[in-house]
């Protein structure tokens, strides 16, 4: 039972730094496999090398026809990032959000707006 809880920590990690280096490095677009088992290939139609369980999140490097060619981390090993190509039909793109939120300065309480609430008086 540990042993599963270590892997999706580590699973999850691995999304994390994924996520953050897609941010970081150069927008690259996420996407999440559908297939309960995607099989990563060395080359559009060529040697399976490893499967990703289903959910699984990885960045889109580029697409030639029905395939796919994704940067994933291979099971609990966060570092370095692997590439390969997977069939399109079995990905479905992660759209990033397009709110931003800035923080605001607090105020100093005398300085904070009054407010007559007088609906929430009663």
């Known amino acids: 039972m540990a ?3 270590e ?7 691995a999304t ?14 996420l996407a999440q ?7 990563v290939r060395i080359a559009p139609e060529g040697s399976v090398v490893v499967s990703l369980p289903r959910y699984t999140v990885v960045g889109v490097v580029e697409t030639q026809g029905d395939w796919t060619k994704i940067m994933y ?14 069939s399109t039909y079995y990905l479905r793109a992660i759209k990033p959000s ?11 309480a005398d300085e904070m707006p009054i407010t007559n609430d007088t609906a929430s008086a009663n």
């Open 7 to 13: 892997n999706n920590v580590k699973r999850i990690l």
């Open 73 to 86: 981390f291979p099971g609990s090993d966060p570092a370095p990032a692997k590439h390969g190509w997977v």
């Open 98 to 108: 397009n709110k931003r939120t800035e923080a605001q300065p607090a105020l100093p």
């Open 3 to 5: 042993t599963i809880l």
């Open 16 to 29: 994390l730094v994924l996520l953050i280096l897609a941010q970081a490095t150069y927008a690259l677009p």
């Open 33 to 39: 496999t559908t297939a309960t088992a995607l099989n």
